[in-house]
């Protein structure tokens, strides 16, 4: 699975970053696992294709200790296996690690 890993974080900034996430991304069933939607504008032909029976898409970031890991696989809600999930384009994973990143500094933690 391809990722970016942030790790070695204080526990004082995994609470600010935690809170940050919380406002910013879909909470899931899993304590710490959530869903960061994709924009529409970056999605690709197939995904645009399959947004009414698939979609949204998103990619999963999960929480740890002391870690921060957001899979570089977009995924559909509504379905496990189909032409539209994929690894991230070169901008789809750009957008969303500046997004990530951006998430931490606003809470006051340097990456």
Request: charged content about 30%; hydrophobic content about 30%.
């Amino acid at each position: 699975m391809r990722s970016y890993l942030i790790q070695e974080i204080s526990t004082q900034d995994m609470l600010r970053i935690t809170e940050g996430i919380n406002q910013k991304a879909y909470k899931t069933p899993m304590e710490s696992l959530f869903w960061i939607t994709l924009p529409e504008e970056l999605l690709t032909p197939e995904q645009k294709k399959h947004s009414d029976q698939c979609g949204p898409h998103y990619l999963a970031l999960e929480t740890g200790e002391d870690w921060v890991k957001l899979e570089l696989l977009i995924r559909c809600e509504r379905k496990i296996r189909c032409d539209c999930i994929s690894y991230a384009t070169p901008e789809q994973r750009e957008y969303m690690i500046d997004f990530l990143d951006q998430t931490i500094r606003n809470q006051d933690v340097s990456v």
